[in-house]
């Protein structure tokens, strides 16, 4: 009897083992499946992303035509920013960041404290409004007829009301808007491209397109036509410093927050220079 218990109980267990087997061959099944289905899903899910970015060749023909078109003489306006002398640029932008650091910005600094901010602000309005014979010339030059009208009429009002320019009522009174327009502007308004990318000593970004403009702008800046050099010099660079003073901190919190400061600064100067010209 004990024997036929024992092998009632070996028996029972091997049904048993047979049981969970299929238990567990059915769950493996079952994942396998689970496994298909998800592997459908997938291909069908890539079928349509390919879809969606699909481009057929007449679509990158058009594309690679408008890369391709250019108007100006020194370069397609709008395209990538053109930096052949990346290199030089780099080490120009370090140089005036070290100055603007270490002698700008802690001059500018004391200035502000001996200078209230209505004395910076009534000095930096005499300045700007010096500036209308320039603004004047290439507001006519790009047949900005309105603009000029505008521009006479606000160095009109600053000047007599304004006090020879040490206020802007032109501005705050009557809300007639300055139309900042430089050469630079007025040849990229004809369609004569940015050219490449240059940083120039102590002014910052540029391209050659706008560091050839600055000399003709000369002849009708007031300050470049102080002599001797020397006077020159010394108007400028308080001019720097006058600014500076008002704007204190913005240069370093736009630092802060770039990735690299030298691509951004170059893409910043490069897109308000076109968008200047848009408008």
Request: aromatic share 14%.
């Amino acid at each position: 009897v004990e024997d036929e218990i024992t092998t009632s109980q070996s028996d029972d267990i091997e049904l048993e083992d047979i049981n969970s087997e299929d238990i567990d061959t059915a769950d493996e099944l079952e994942d396998d499946e689970d496994l298909i289905d998800a592997s459908d899903e997938l291909e069908d899910e890539f079928e349509e992303l390919d879809e969606s970015i699909d481009l057929d060749e007449n679509d990158l023909e058009d594309l690679d035509a408008s890369d391709d078109s250019g108007d100006g003489d020194f370069g397609d306006i709008g395209d990538d920013v053109y930096d052949p002398f990346e290199s030089y640029n780099r080490g120009m932008t370090a140089f005036n960041d070290g100055l603007f650091l270490y002698l700008l910005d802690p001059v500018a600094t004391g200035y502000s404290y001996v200078v209230p901010e209505g004395g910076r602000k009534s000095v930096n309005n005499f300045l700007n409004n010096l500036l209308y014979p320039v603004r004047l010339v290439n507001t006519i030059l790009q047949a900005k007829f309105t603009c000029a009208g505008k521009e006479t009429l606000r160095f009109t009002i600053n000047c007599t009301i304004g006090i020879l320019g040490l206020f802007d009522p032109a501005k705050d009174w009557f809300g007639i808007e300055a139309c900042e327009e430089d050469f630079g502007q007025t040849l990229g308004f004809w369609s004569v491209g940015p050219g490449p990318h240059f940083v120039l000593p102590f002014f910052g970004p540029s391209n050659l397109r706008d560091m050839f403009s600055l000399y003709p702008d000369s002849f009708y800046d007031p300050i470049a036509q102080l002599k001797p050099l020397e006077r020159r010099i010394l108007v400028t660079g308080y001019k720097y410093v006058n600014k500076t003073s008002l704007h204190l901190g913005e240069y370093q919190a736009f630092k802060k927050d770039a990735y690299d400061y030298y691509l951004f600064f170059r893409d910043a100067y490069e897109q308000h220079r076109q968008k200047l010209i848009e408008e």
